[in-house]
Structures are given as C-alpha cells and as structure tokens.
C-alpha cells in the first residue's frame, strides 16, 4: 500500500457509537427519563471514550474482543435506558452500531480528503466533526422516526434478531477488511480506495438494515390486520351461531310454556302449582331481559348472559339499543363480543363468586353515544401506551380485543377509554350522534 492510512480516532467512534444510541433511544419507549438518562447518558459517554481510548494501542488480534466490549456496552445503554426486550435491544443496537460506523468513516473520510498533506487545527477538526455528526444523525432521526410504531415498540423475535446480526457482522467485516490486510481480492490498495470501500460498505449495510426495518414494520401491520380480522370473523360467527342457538331455546321455551298452561289445568297439588307458577314467572323474567331495541345486541348479550350463567358470573345490563342502529352488525359485534370475552375470561379468575360482576350500559348523553362495560377487578392494572398490558403469555399473538375494539370505533370518529376505579375495570366508549 502506497498511502499512509491512518484509522479513525477512537474518540470520534465513541462518540459515533454514543450519539447512534441516543439517536435510537429517542424513537423507543422509556424505562429512564429525566435526571437518572441523564446520569447514564454521560457516563455511558465517558465509560465507552475511556474503554476505547485505553485499548487503542493494543495488538491487532484484541481488536475484534475491545469491538465487541464496545458493542456490549451499546447494548446495555439501550436496554438500561428503554423499556423493551433484549431481543429488541440487541436489533436496535445492531442498527445503532452499523449507523456509527457509517458517520464515523464518512468524517474521517472528508477530514482525510481536506487535510490529507497538511496538518488541521483543533479548532477545524471539531467543527468539520460536529457538522457532520449533526447534518448525519439528524437525517437518520428523520428517516426512523417515521419507522418505529408509536407505543416504540417492535415485537422483535429470536431469529429477526439474529438475522439483522448476521447484516451487521458481515458489513462490519467487509468495511474494515482493508486496514488488517491488503492481500485479499475485496482490499484496497490505496488510501483513497480504503476510505471509498468502507464508507460505501457502510452505506450499503444500513440500507439493507433499513430496509428490513421497512419490511418487518409491514409485516407487523398486516399481522395486526390479519389478527383483527380473525377476531372479528370469529364474533360474527359466534353471532351467527347464537342467533340458531337462541331462536331454538325460544322456540322450546314457547312450548313449555303451553306445557305448563296444560299443567295447571290439571288437578295437581298446591306445591306443584306453586312450583309450576315460579316457572312461568321465571320465563316472563327471561322474556323480559335483553330486548334492548337491537336484534343484534339482543342477541349476543343474551349468548353472553348464558355464558355467565354457566360460569356463576352475574351480567346486568341497562341499554337502549334503538342508539345502535346506525352501526354495522359486524361493529356492534366487535365491540360488544370483545368486550364481554375479556369481561367474562377475567371473571372466571375470581374465586369470590359473590365477586363475579359485569354490568354494561348503553345510553345517550349531550348528543353522544356512551357505551360503559364495568367488571369486578383485582390487582393493579397495568399499561403500555393507552391500552392495557394483555396478561397472556404469548403477548405476539394477543392483545389484538381492545385494538379491534378501538378500530371499529374510530370508524364512526368516537374514542375509547380505559380506566381502573377501586376495584372495577372501566371501558368506555363515547361516539358522536348524528342528528
């Protein structure tokens, strides 16, 4: 190699790799904030400059070990500082990283072209530093700001982790091949050829990376749609399947009734009719209950009252259904079908019996649609973003109730809240009336 080709002050990486993390951890949710990021920040900085510093001088064969101690604590100063998994963490710092090393060698590539024959004053080198640095990592806020979902979260899997460090090795191993040796066909030979083939390298490796952020984003909003759309499918089914189910108990309860009226004609014994009187009272009473104006919600909060009926839960009701003809059936049965599913499924949980409470309410206020459903709750209920943390294990494929729930509302420009009052569980939905 005819150049001298000097490396990358490790100051400037450092500062590179520090500035990347911040850049990421801004997109992310927070576990710290205020003074303790802060704290972490700063010493986050002077911990990596130091560690960088410190080993600069040792062998080529402790580069790659001081790299990956490097990279460790990356991975640490994201996951210390956002509230996300290790999985999601360590896709964030690979991107992080590959981010770095692409403003680092694009610097130092524009500082050696400027004074590659003369020596720069401190004075210069700083400020070519931090035009850079800014003009760069801010271009890349802008570019994934728009890319990471609002809650900042991604549900990163094992092997999406595992892919993206796969990108990154190989882009790392490609970039820098040139400054541990110049005998292979993929070095470079000079010094303007090195800085050329680690900046484009770089460059190419955060494409690629940014792209399958692109991909994997698409791929979580079509697993949201597709996971909607299933549960919404599976309420109109059980719709469908209710509405059989009910027209038939209907059907058998009008015969027992003129069962019971030939029963009483008979001569019987006073505790028979007495008996045989309970009966027609309690079918007045079935008769009676959930005819709220709405065939629909007729009948899926008659399904859901068996339901409860089965599993000792006490479900009451006060609606005016006639407030829901304006909906679609298939929103009427997310909501509510969602709704007293989750109810029901939390009830069941409660040992108390006596406990075992869901109350629903539909009804008009100021000109607007107020839908409340209320149930017993123990414990303290936990959120991530506006809506609650799904108690299932597997929360990847969970959690989708609450959002069909919200989606079918915004339909129709209305909001919906959650809240936890003493001990009951509070969902409210408020959408505007048309006059």
Known sequence: MSDFVPDIPRIYTALAEWLACLIYISLLKKRLSGGKFIICSICTLIIQSSFLQLTK?????????????????MLLF??????????????????????????????WQVHFFFWHAEQATIVMKWLLLIFIYGASFFFIWLLEKHQVPIDGKLNIRQHELWLSVVIGAAVFAMSNLSFVTTTTPFSGQYASDIFNIRTLVDLGGFAILYAYHIQLNELRVKHELKAMQNILQ??????????????????????LKNQIIALKAEKDADKR???????????KFYEAQNKTGNHVL??????????????????????????LNFMDVADICTI????????IEYEQKIAD????????SVFSQKGFLMIRFENYFEGTLMFEGDLPITTKKDSFYHGYGLKSIRYAVQKYKGVVRIDQKDQWF?????IPLKN
């Open 78 to 107: 994201i996951y210390m500082s956002c509230d996300i998994t290790i999985f999601e963490a360590g896709y964030f710092c690979v991107r992080a990283f590959v981010a770095a090393e692409l403003i680092a060698s694009l610097e």
């Open 234 to 255: 599976n309420q109109l089914i059980q719709y469908q399947q209710s509405k059989k189910s009910i027209e038939m108990i209907n059907f058998k309860y009008h015969d």
């Open 426 to 430: 509070e969902l409210k939905i408020l």
């Open 353 to 360: 019996k006596e406990k075992r409470l869901i109350h629903v």
């Open 57 to 73: 001088d040792l062998p080529i064969v402790f580069w790659i070990p001081c790299m990956m101690m490097a990279i460790a604590m």
């Open 336 to 343: 509510f079908g969602n709704a007293l599913d989750n109810a």
């Open 273 to 283: 009719n007495a008996f045989l009187t309970k009966m027609e009272n309690d079918i």
């Open 298 to 323: 007729d009948i899926l909060l008659t399904s859901k009252n068996l339901n409860c009926i089965k599993n000792e839960i006490t479900l009451t009701c006060v609606a005016d259904g006639t407030l």
